[in-house]
């Protein structure tokens, strides 16, 4: 079955830094495309970042230059690694198997997802 | 970006009814590209309906989902106690992929 775990959520001061892990079972991260999805107190979903089963790397505006999405194949886990935090970014964060549409993204399994708060 | 708007907010029904949701896009969506989710607190998000009308795998077939362009449709046959959540539509027709506000299906 396919399973996926999220990590490392908790309370971060603005500015501050944490990295998200996705351990992921019952499929290899290597073959497939993954994303982290995030959603803030109140409001809705939104897609953050996505890493190719090639490597290549994408991000929303909204996180471009401060996230890192990245992934240790031995580990079957992908990471995000979070900088200069600010208030905005205080969400649950989703990992996600992403099926890829003419280049646009749908998510057909996720984990529970992590809290981070970003606390000023 | 496309801007989804999920109506009712809220939908109070009773195990037995039929549940309908609507997702309206601010422009049209391409190629019908458009998922439902179901989300319960505590539990992963799960996909239900991708391309508008396809029933992702395991999904019972009392779950439907119609649409084109701009407008779109979940329905729920009959609802069954497990099915009182929130609901998600989202679009991939063009980038970036963009959800809905939600609607909150809750027992009457």
């Known amino acids: 079955d396919v399973q996926l775990v999220e990590s490392g959520g908790g309370l971060v001061q603005f500015g501050g830094s944490l990295r998200l892990s996705c351990a992921a079972s019952g499929f290899a991260v290597n073959s497939n495309y993954m994303s982290w999805v995030r959603q803030a107190p109140g409001k809705g979903l939104e897609w953050v970042s996505v890493?190719?089963?090639?490597?290549?790397?994408y991000y929303a505006d909204s996180v471009k230059g401060r996230f890192t999405i990245s992934r240790d194949n031995s580990k079957n886990t992908v990471y995000l690694q979070m900088n200069s935090l600010r208030d905005e970014d205080t969400a649950v964060y989703h990992c996600?198997?992403?099926?890829?549409?003419?280049?646009?993204?749908?998510?057909?399994?996720w984990g529970q997802g992590t809290l981070v708060t970003v606390s000023s | 970006e496309i801007v989804l708007t999920q109506s009712p907010g809220t939908l109070s029904l009773s195990p037995g009814e039929r549940a309908t949701l609507s997702c309206r896009a601010s422009q049209s969506v391409s190629n019908t590209y458009l998922a439902w989710y179901q989300d319960k607190p505590g539990q992963a998000p799960r996909l239900l309906i991708n391309g508008a009308s396809s029933r992702a795998t395991g999904i019972p077939d009392r779950f439907s989902g119609s649409g084109s362009g701009t407008d779109f449709t979940l329905t729920i046959s009959r609802l069954e106690p497990e099915d009182f959540a929130m609901y998600y539509c989202q679009q991939y027709g063009s980038s970036p992929p963009t959800f809905g506000q939600g609607t909150k299906l809750e027992i009457k």
């Open positions: 996600a198997r992403t099926k890829m549409v003419r280049g646009v993204y749908y998510f057909d399994y």
């Open positions: 890493i190719y089963s090639g490597g290549s790397t």
